[in-house]
Structures are given as structure tokens and as C-alpha cells.
């Protein structure tokens, strides 16, 4: 509970409008995409670096934990007030502070929407790739913190690899400017690669500097069928080995296929095990060289139809069907635990095998999609946790794939982080000296523990951490 001296300070520092008590805020504020709810005693909605100096610095001294929060997307749990406090919402730091068309950078505040920075840079010929699902409502701060994917990764990489620098409030309050706004900078330790991806414990993000490049000239979208979701595998392996890197490389299998039709009302085919979504861009003659061999290999790996989307209409519904796969799954269960494991690309047969074995030998149903380009797929275990019997084999499942997954190489999350709901199996991929090393780091930067406490090394309670779809 904040004392009344506490709640008065976060209203003399971001103003009476910007903090609110009431439960019904505070409930809107306790939650995120697992499900999972744990209800914070304030939301404060700052509206620059300044006023979040102020507030960590009054958490310091007097005691209390302080969770950011983007568009509280997140699938572990990153942005779950787990020790209540307050909620640190990045809702009013929504300006695109500049486009550099010369020096192809961007500087945006956290709370500007992914998908509306991509469609502003887009208008002068200018691309940022990293592409989340959610990216119509996440938010860049979220996407920094979770170091954010999406399908163009495969050939542009993730969200970290677009951050040319940060201005981040550490936990103690102080406010620092970390990498350089050039190409090139090698001054130091690379601080901005700590932060981004650390989930919000290291540090609160006010202002980034984005990495842009030029905008593709052409792009082909196309859709391969498979009589088996193994087929669908093998023919990602092929278009690898065949020196073609596609901008995106989708794999679903029939379980999400059927659901997505069913939600959609598009129908691919009744028959398909497997669907691969595929584009690819760059030079118009290099795609259109590109989609040709594309379509060759799923030919040779048994794919029953390979097309070219027509228009740019049906890229759009192609990309719609894509985007409510997610939401479609509540067809098949009421809760999914949505993990997003990851492997090397030459053992993405073995994972799919050994996922639809885990099914059969738990008795669940998983469905699973993703980005088969660069191996990380979303494993979706379905269940109804209100029966204890299931929601026990779902969990075990859920340990089979992660063992699975490690066993291969992998791991067991390629960019929903760890959160809350993976923290109890840091240990199954991490060395005790190197969870060591990274708790040291925090110890440093937090001495007080006041930045979003609980996530990535301390698990909480289980209870309600997946999502309800």
C-alpha cells in the first residue's frame, strides 16, 4: 500500500489528471496478454524522462516497486505489477520526435505505435522492418523491453538490431543517453544491447534512436498447401539450403488452418496439413527470380498447390488470416499456453515430429505457428484449465517441448522473453554462473529491487499465468 505522502508526491510530480487510484483504473492496469492479474495501488502516466527520475527516485527512498507498461501485450508477464505499487504507463510519450531522410534514423518516444512509425516512414520511402503480430497496438517501448521479432526476421532481424540508442531513466533516476545516433560507435560497453530485450528491469525507456533503411521496391506474396505439416517443414529447409532468404516465412499447421478458416471464412483447403505464407522483396527482377525458385522447391517437397497472390487485396486478407490465427485458437480451448520456442533451422523437422508426439503422449491438442524461416515456432498448447486433469498435461506438455527444444539447440523463447511464466525454467537453458552474472547486473543497476520485480529470476505463483483466449 502507498502511504498518503507517496500518492500525494506522484500527483505533485505528473499533475492530479495523470495519476489515478480508482479500482476500475487500477484493474484495467493489472493485466496482460497471459491472463494473469495482480493489481497495482497506482497508475501514474508521466509524460517525460524528468517525472520518471522523479518517481524512481521517491521509490527509492520510500520503498515502493515500480512496473513500466506499454500496451501491456506481452505473453510472460513482463508488465504484471506482481508486487502491486505502481504502474508506469507510457501512454502520453507518443511523439515521433524526427524522421532523418539523410542519415535514415528515427527518434520516437515509447509509447508510439509500431504499425503507425511504420506507415509514417513508409510515406518517404523508408522501412523499419522489426514487425510484431501485434504491431497495430504494441508499442516501441514494449517492443525494446521484449527485443520484439515478427515475421520479417528472418531476413531483417529483430527489434535490436534497429536501436542505434536509447534515453532511459535507470532505476535509481538517473536519466542517460546510451549508443550513438551514427552507423558506426564503439565507445564503451554496448549498453543499448543490455537494455533492450531486459524487459523492463534495468531501466525505463523515454526516447529512441531507430535504425531505418530504404523502403524494398517490390515484394511477392505467396501460399503453399501440404498434405503434412512435416512436408511443410521440409520445404523450409529446402528454400534455405537453396540461398534464398525470403523477407517472411510462415508456417501454420492444419489445427490453426482449420481454426483461422473457421474464424475468418476463408478456406484454403479442407485437405491441407500445412500451410507456408511466404514473401519475398527486394530489386522487382531479383523477387520475381526469388519467388520462382520459391515455388520450385514446395513443388519438390510434395506442396499440392503453390500460388502468387493476385493484388494487393489479397495480400491484405492474406495477412488478416495471419494475424487472427492468435485470437482463432479459443475454437479449440478456452486457455492456451502460448509458448515460442526456437531451434536451429536444420532441426525444424525434429521439433515438429517431437511436438506432435508430445500430443499424443500428453493427450492435448497443440497447435502450432510461426516463423519456421528462422526456426521459431509458436507452440500453442490448448486446454480447459478448469478440468485439473488436463490443465496438469498441459503444463507437462508444456516442459516436454522446452526439454525437446533445449535438447536441439534451442531456445525456449525466441522473443516473448521470460517474464513471470518462463522464470521457473530459466535454469533449463541458462548456467547457474551465468543467471549469476545476470543478477549481479541487476543488483547494480536496481540495489533497492524497485524496478519491476519478479520477472526473469523469481517465479510467482502459477495461478492464472496463461493466456485466456
Given at each position: 500500500m502507498l502511504t498518503r505522502t507517496v500518492k500525494s508526491g506522484l500527483e505533485k510530480i505528473a499533475g492530479p489528471a495523470n495519476v489515478s487510484f480508482s479500482r476500475e483504473d487500477l484493474l484495467c492496469y493489472s493485466y496482460d496478454a497471459t491472463?494473469?492479474?495482480?493489481?497495482?495501488?497506482?497508475?501514474?502516466?508521466?509524460?517525460?524522462?524528468?517525472?520518471?527520475?522523479?518517481?524512481?527516485?521517491?521509490?527509492?527512498?520510500?520503498?515502493?516497486?515500480?512496473?513500466?507498461?506499454?500496451?501491456?501485450?506481452?505473453?510472460?508477464?513482463?508488465?504484471?505489477?506482481?508486487?502491486?505499487?505502481?504502474?508506469?504507463?507510457?501512454?502520453?510519450?507518443?511523439?515521433?520526435?524526427?524522421?532523418?531522410?539523410?542519415?535514415?534514423?528515427?527518434?520516437?518516444?515509447?509509447?508510439?505505435?509500431?504499425?503507425?512509425?511504420?506507415?509514417?516512414?513508409?510515406?518517404?520511402?523508408?522501412?523499419?522492418?522489426?514487425?510484431?503480430?501485434?504491431?497495430?497496438?504494441?508499442?516501441?517501448?514494449g517492443n525494446i523491453a521484449e527485443c520484439a521479432g515478427g515475421p520479417r526476421a528472418?531476413?531483417?532481424?529483430?527489434?535490436?538490431?534497429?536501436?542505434?540508442?536509447?534515453?532511459?531513466?535507470?532505476?535509481?533516476?538517473?536519466?542517460?543517453?546510451?549508443?550513438?545516433?551514427?552507423?558506426?560507435?564503439?565507445?564503451?560497453?554496448?549498453?543499448?544491447?543490455?537494455?533492450?530485450?531486459?524487459?523492463?528491469?534495468?531501466?525505463?525507456?523515454?526516447?529512441?534512436?531507430l535504425r531505418l533503411i530504404p523502403l524494398p521496391q517490390s515484394k511477392k506474396t505467396l501460399v503453399a498447401l501440404f498434405p503434412r505439416l512435416e512436408d511443410a517443414a521440409s520445404a523450409v529447409a529446402g528454400i534455405i539450403a537453396s540461398k534464398v532468404l525470403p523477407s517472411t516465412l510462415e508456417l501454420i499447421d492444419a489445427a490453426s488452418l482449420r481454426c483461422v478458416e473457421d474464424y475468418t471464412g476463408t478456406v484454403f483447403s479442407n485437405a491441407a496439413?500445412?500451410?507456408?505464407?511466404?514473401?519475398?522483396?527486394?530489386?522487382?527482377?531479383?523477387?520475381?527470380?526469388?519467388?520462382e525458385i520459391i515455388k520450385k522447391v514446395c513443388a519438390e517437397n510434395r506442396a499440392t498447390e503453390v500460388r502468387s497472390a493476385r493484388d494487393g487485396k489479397e495480400v491484405d486478407e492474406l495477412w488478416k488470416v495471419r494475424r487472427a490465427l492468435s485470437p482463432s485458437l479459443s475454437r479449440l480451448k478456452p486457455t492456451k499456453?502460448?509458448?515460442?520456442?526456437?531451434?536451429?533451422?536444420?532441426?525444424?523437422?525434429?521439433l515438429v515430429r517431437g511436438v506432435e508426439e508430445i500430443a499424443k503422449k500428453r493427450g492435448v491438442i497443440i497447435a502450432s505457428f510461426g516463423h519456421a524461416g528462422d526456426g521459431n515456432i509458436h507452440v500453442n498448447v490448448m486446454i480447459d484449465k478448469s478440468d485439473p486433469v488436463e490443465a496438469e498435461a498441459g503444463e507437462r506438455a508444456v516442459e516436454d517441448i522446452f526439454e525437446l527444444t533445449v535438447g536441439l539447440g534451442g531456445t525456449i523463447s525466441g522473443e516473448h522473453g521470460v517474464g513471470v511464466t518462463k522464470a521457473p525454467y530459466l535454469g533449463m537453458e541458462l548456467t547457474p554462473e551465468l543467471i549469476d552474472v545476470m543478477r549481479r547486473i541487476k543488483d547494480t543497476l536496481d540495489p533497492n529491487g524497485i524496478l519491476n520485480p519478479g520477472k526473469i529470476f523469481n517465479s510467482i505463483s502459477t495461478a492464472g499465468r496463461r493466456e485466456e483466449v
Open positions: 491472463g494473469a492479474s495482480h493489481m497495482p495501488d497506482a497508475v501514474v502516466f508521466p509524460g517525460g524522462a524528468g517525472e520518471i527520475s522523479l518517481i524512481l527516485k521517491m521509490a527509492n527512498a520510500e520503498g515502493f516497486p515500480v512496473t513500466p507498461r506499454g500496451a501491456g501485450s506481452g505473453f510472460t508477464g513482463g508488465s504484471l505489477p506482481v508486487g502491486g505499487g505502481v504502474v508506469l504507463s507510457t501512454e502520453r510519450m507518443t511523439a515521433l520526435v524526427e524522421i532523418d531522410t539523410a542519415n535514415f534514423t528515427a527518434v520516437v518516444e515509447p509509447g508510439v505505435i509500431t504499425g503507425d512509425l511504420q506507415k509514417e516512414v513508409e510515406k518517404v520511402q523508408l522501412f523499419y522492418p522489426p514487425d510484431p503480430t501485434s504491431k497495430g497496438f504494441s508499442t516501441i517501448g528472418l531476413k531483417y532481424g529483430v527489434t535490436r538490431d534497429y536501436v542505434l540508442g536509447l534515453e532511459v531513466v535507470l532505476p535509481t533516476g538517473e536519466i542517460v543517453n546510451t549508443g550513438t545516433r551514427t552507423a558506426k560507435g564503439v565507445v564503451g560497453y554496448d549498453m543499448t544491447r543490455l537494455l533492450v530485450g531486459s524487459e523492463g528491469t534495468l531501466g525505463v525507456v523515454t526516447k529512441a534512436t496439413g500445412a500451410m507456408l505464407l511466404i514473401e519475398a522483396d527486394g530489386i522487382e527482377e531479383a523477387t520475381e527470380r526469388e519467388a499456453l502460448n509458448e515460442d520456442v526456437v531451434v536451429p533451422r536444420s532441426k525444424l523437422v525434429e
